[in-house]
């Protein structure tokens, strides 16, 4: 039985080893981390700002567990509450819940797909209250910030992680859950079709597959769904594609931006910007690709994409961003002109010969 008396586990498929040869996360980090769980009665459950498909639904699939063991999960994210429409149909929507209404001091904290505390936003000072801070993650740069750290920068998403917790939690995988999970790992593999795709990326799949997925309806809702009004912003975007052939060492480097403007005139909520950066790097003259999105006058949001010659994790980091080898991003301070420069800068600092 587990500690929260449920059946047995099913056999894992997340099991992700370092370099020589270890468990990415320890059996004793995972110990910790279901006593904290089970012993919690205000389990408090956070992502990262403007949550993508992986942090929310990761989150969301975790906060639908508890639910099923009759704890009384509260799901948040910090800054703007819009959420894509996107993700508007997630099974556990409802227990999302205001900022202001979430617990100021609850006795277990779970944080999701958030590399660094500066992330949390508004609920980085509800660390400091919770007995236990729980922090599930796949970026590498992760510092490992909670009393207990479920980090593995080997899993293609967080989604991975999480799927480890619930079956050492004893909770079946049904679909809602996989629903959740299955965001997650589509999301962060771009349906499966970026480098971090790996044998047990698919056997994951399968068994989400397994447990009711109706996988063509949600791939259609994350990539083949976009209103009138972002395609035009997408074509404005395009025609302002800059490609520097000897930027980056050599590997090349293409970038276009969307201004507030921009949406303001086509009448769209900012998150239609977040899969441009999709459309940018399948330029086949350029190893990175960039989309800056204007946040304020002189503040800028930028995605990075690499296919493997520059490591844009090191070049974000470099510019008080991060994320993963091959997509990463940073917040830019300045005119436009003046954040492309630092990171045209930078770029060549971090290629390689992988």
Request: hydrophobic fraction near 45%.
């Amino acid at each position: 039985m587990s500690p929260l008396g449920a059946s047995s586990p099913a056999p894992s498929t997340a099991a992700a080893v370092d370099g020589d040869g270890q468990p990415a996360i320890s059996e004793e980090s995972w110990r910790q981390a279901v006593a904290a769980i089970s012993d919690a009665e205000r389990p408090l459950l956070v992502c990262h700002v403007n949550p993508d498909g992986d942090a929310l639904g990761s989150m969301l699939g975790c906060a639908l567990a508890l639910r099923r063991l009759g704890r009384p999960a509260q799901a948040a994210f910090p800054g703007p509450q819009e959420l894509p429409e996107m993700f508007a149909w997630l099974p556990g929507i409802d227990l999302l819940t205001a900022p202001e209404d979430t617990d100021r001091e609850p006795d277990v904290m779970l944080t999701f797909d958030a590399a660094s505390v500066g992330r949390l936003g508004e609920f980085a000072d509800r660390m400091a209250g919770a007995k236990h801070v729980v922090v599930l993650d796949h970026h590498a740069s992760n510092p490992g910030f909670g009393t207990v750290n479920l980090v593995d920068p080997h899993a293609a998403a967080t989604g991975l992680v999480v799927d480890e917790l619930v079956r050492r939690l004893g909770v079946p995988l049904d679909r809602e859950i996989a629903e959740c999970l299955y965001v997650a790992l589509a999301t962060d593999t771009g349906s499966f079709k970026y480098q971090a795709t790996t044998p047990k990326v698919h056997q994951f799949a399968a068994r989400l597959l397994q447990a009711g997925v109706d996988h063509y309806e949600i791939s259609r809702r994350l990539f083949d769904a976009r209103p009138l009004g972002a395609l035009r912003i997408f074509g404005e975007a395009l025609g302002r594609l800059c490609l520097e052939p000897e930027a980056a060492d050599g590997a090349g480097f293409v970038w276009t931006y969307a201004t507030l403007d921009d949406l303001a005139r086509h009448d769209q909520p900012a998150h239609v910007l977040e899969s441009l950066i999709d459309v940018v790097r399948s330029v086949e003259e350029a190893d990175v690709a960039c989309v800056a999105k204007q946040l304020a006058d002189e503040e800028w949001a930028v995605s990075l994409r690499s296919r493997g010659a520059v490591n844009v994790a090191a070049a974000a980091a470099a510019l008080g961003g991060g994320g993963h080898r091959y997509a990463a991003g940073f917040t830019g301070e300045g005119d436009l002109t003046r954040v492309i420069d630092a990171l045209r800068a930078t770029l060549g600092d971090h290629a390689t010969s992988a």
